[in-house]
């Protein structure tokens, strides 16, 4: 198979192509129209397209074919779209595009946008946001949801998406670039907890996973899989992935929001960075 064929989409997205498109297309355009003291620089830059290209490489390009025949690369794949592609999304602070973008519709646009605006501070209440990215994980992966899903092209597809956008809404509320002392972002204490606790249960997850005695997972059995490789070692390592993999980005993360409540201390009077700040 030539090599260009495994940047092919394997199921064909008109939707899923249009969106990336749009995103990047977005984002360049404001690049060569923001003043230069607002556009981001270079790391930051490469930073949002890497993330952005790693998502959209493991749902359009031969990748996802062995997402949908292989346990353990489906994994791999919710690993990108739920963590760490949102992780670097959210680290290259998109903030001065999206302001960019905001201050160009007009008001009685952004009047009819404010449910959305509703919806998405009702989401990033750290409970909620924390539930939904946790519970989307074990929403998919309960073995009945987890076999239709794989079987049904609608809801695999609406799996996925699901999994990239909570993915985008919690990596932004914990690296969210504003500070918690002068904003109402969310306190570097509260960051610092909610990673801890997302972490928790996907080990406990995980881990049941890879100890599981029998296939937990038989819908790979049913579409056979991609490679002629066993049973047990396929979960095995899909297990592992949905373990060790989210519990090291956590403490990554935790590192990320301890440095940035580091090299704030001492810059405002009555900080309340660490403790404070809301959702």
Sequence with gaps: MPVSSYLLPYDFSPLTLLSYMLVLGFYGVALLKMPEQDRPGSGRIITFTLGVM???GVMQTRFDYYSQ???FVHRGQHLILHHLGPILIA???PLPVMRFWYQKISPSVRYWLQPL???YRLLQQ???ASVLFVGLIYFWLWPPIHFDAMLSRQLYWIMNWSMLLDGLLFWWLIFDPRSPAITSALGYGKRILLLAL???PQMILGAWIVFSRGMVYDVYEVCGRAWP???ETDQLLGGLLTWIPPAMMSIIGILIVLRRAMHEDGKFPKSRSLA???A
């Design 198 to 200: 997302v972490a928790i």
């Design 126 to 128: 750290p409970v909620i």
């Design 276 to 278: 404070g700040g809301n």
């Design 69 to 71: 025949y292989m346990f």
């Design 54 to 56: 790693l998502c959209y």
């Design 91 to 93: 680290l290259s602070n």
């Design 229 to 231: 490789m066993p049973p």
């Design 117 to 119: 605006g509703w919806i």
